[in-house]
């Protein structure tokens, strides 16, 4: 059954143009291509992320049974943990209730096909 | 051509539990079917609302070919117009650059369907 995630970040001021030349251009080079097909290997379709300032949102559809291992495998993915060693430093905590500086899942209160 | 939209948006404190019973309960009420029909009728699909504290995340794709006369549409639907009268005053500005209180469009930096 397919789930549907909403998830915030607060990007640090300092690395919010990083972060959108990553995802609008680096995240496309042959060099990360194992990125991509490791999100889709690991059952996430309609991944898109959108920014407001230093506000980051990512929505996704999960399309797997479950859904802590295939998080555990894309985490064992090595091009994807190269990956996270520049996109991760780009994040603050989006609040000091935040647990760490990274995504967060947001409470889904409305979906429509 | 599908258009992947992102949109945030920040309540009133005082509101917040009002529009997530809006949005989790109420909407679904044969009263407002003709929200929903509107929607689609005015070619969003896939539309979530996500929150997190005060702030809400819109994510919807539009699959018509004139979003403009489309949304024009959805804002002479009588339904619509009654519906907004509950939900729009829930809304303060995002931020002090904010035009108006409502939901305003992000920057769409990654997709990956």
Redesign the interface.
């Known amino acids: 059954m397919k789930k549907?995630f909403?998830q915030?970040g607060r990007l640090k001021q300092e690395k919010i143009e990083e972060?959108?030349y990553l995802?609008?251009v680096a995240?496309h080079d042959e060099k990360w291509a194992g990125v991509?097909s490791t999100?889709?290997d690991c059952n996430m379709?309609?991944?898109?992320?959108?920014?407001?300032?230093d506000?980051?949102?990512g929505?996704f559809e999960y399309v797997g049974d479950d859904y802590e291992a295939d998080m555990e495998k894309m985490a064992q993915d090595p091009v994807t943990q190269e990956w996270w060693k520049l996109t991760r430093p780009c994040f603050t905590k989006?609040?000091e209730a935040s647990r760490e500086a990274f995504y967060?899942d947001?409470?889904?209160?409305?979906?429509?096909?």
Chains 1, 2 share one sequence.
């Open positions: 549907i909403g915030i972060y959108k995802h609008k995240v991509l999100i889709h379709r309609n991944y898109s992320i959108f920014i407001e300032g506000v980051v949102f929505y989006y609040s967060s947001m409470e889904n209160i409305f979906s429509f096909e």
